[in-house]
């Protein structure tokens, strides 16, 4: 069953490092999003991005934050200069039509 | 801004009975609900769905329904198994391939 894919599982870097988080998404499908999940609070959106471009953004997604789709597989995330409070679990998510299916996540821990 | 509420952070049950999990929103632009159950260090795994259209859905041993005139959704999963033991979040949104906002899970524990 195709499934989507999350790299790395665990990152951790230094405050005002910029970290990449990777996602290899369904293959058939055209939505791509991604959420966070800031231990013990509920999942929350950040992105969603359809036909090359974003479609919708969150307040958290400020200029810090970017995403791309650098080829016909992978999904990116970008944090340019990492802050504590981005320490969170990064969902990546896609779908075709309706449901989203989820990705493991990457655990990032800025220290 | 508790658009999804899931009131209840922890639920109990003994294997074999019923499971009801609830869920109440406020937006009433939100037209597709969705429930997906997580267990910890793993990403949200997509259970079952209901659009506005419909007041219940059923696959398998779960169920989802909807009362839009009282905005609220329950998932039902009967009979409960071990391996249910997760948490369960509820998620909304105006229609499919929108972002999804979610509730703030109920603990599912189920008891042998």
């Known amino acids: 069953e195709p499934e989507v894919t999350q790299t790395p599982s665990h990152q951790v870097t230094q405050m005002g490092q910029e970290v990449i988080l990777r996602c290899v998404p369904i293959s058939n499908h055209l939505y791509f999003y991604w959420y966070r999940q800031i231990l013990g609070q509920k999942v929350e959106f950040l992105v969603s991005f359809y036909n090359n471009e974003i479609s919708e953004k969150s307040e958290i997604f400020d200029d810090q934050f970017s995403v791309e789709r650098p080829d016909g597989s992978n999904f990116t995330l970008k944090i340019r200069s990492t802050k504590l409070e981005d320490s969170a679990m990064y969902f990546c998510?896609?779908?075709?039509?309706?449901?989203?299916?989820f990705g493991p996540g990457t655990r990032l821990t800025v220290t | 801004d508790q658009q999804v509420k899931q009131n209840s952070p922890s639920l109990s049950v003994q294997e074999g009975r019923i499971s009801i999990l609830n869920c109440d929103y406020t937006?009433?632009?939100?037209?597709?609900f969705l429930w997906y159950k997580k267990y910890p260090a793993e990403g949200p795994t997509f259970l079952i769905s209901?659009?506005?259209?419909?007041d219940k859905n059923e696959d398998g041993r779960f169920t989802v329904f909807l009362n839009k005139s009282a905005k609220h959704l329950s998932l039902h999963i009967v009979p409960s198994q071990p391996g249910d033991s997760a948490v369960y979040f509820c998620a909304a949104t105006p229609f499919g391939n929108e972002k999804l906002t979610f509730g703030t899970g109920t603990r599912l524990t189920i008891i042998p």
């Open positions: 209901i659009s506005s259209i419909k």
């Open positions: 998510a896609s779908s075709r039509v309706g449901e989203q299916y």
């Open positions: 937006n009433s632009m939100f037209d597709y």
